[in-house]
């Protein structure tokens, strides 16, 4: 599985203003339902009940927020860059500011574990984060994303 089969670049929000989690979860949970033709509050409530059995905030400024939505055809992705960082409770507790959003429906077995550890291990590179950091453009941030696996698989 490549992050482009799971990501469109229009789940990109290179640019997010909020100033909470719970903000934060209902953005994403907006755009999200919006790509994906879905109730917003469905989305959000995933995301929210996944958040309860401890957060997703991995370190390093990075939190990769996810869940099981009945009938999701494919694995899906949505990517935010933060304006400011916002408190995510954290492993390490730094604040967040990268966001992976990641759905999968409730019989994807292996893929979502799989899409899970491939974003996990992108996020772990410092220079692929300064490089997000460091874009506010949608579609300079899609390419990073997807150069990122391509390169590795070459």
Partial sequence: MEIQ????????LPALKVTSKKQLL???SKKAAELLDRDERDVFD???????LGSTGVGHGVAIPHGRLNGLEQ??????????PVDFEAVDDQPVDIVCVLLASETAGADHLKALAKIS?????PSTLERL???NNSEAIY???TEQIESKAA
């Fill in 5 to 12: 089969q799971i990501l469109s670049s229009d789940a990109v």
């Fill in 26 to 28: 209902k953005e994403v």
């Fill in 46 to 52: 995933i995301l929210v009940e996944r958040e309860r």
């Fill in 75 to 84: 694995v899906t992705m949505l990517f935010a860059r933060l304006e400011t």
């Fill in 121 to 125: 291990r992108l996020m772990r590179k």
């Fill in 133 to 135: 950091r460091g874009s």
């Fill in 143 to 145: 390419a990073l994303l």
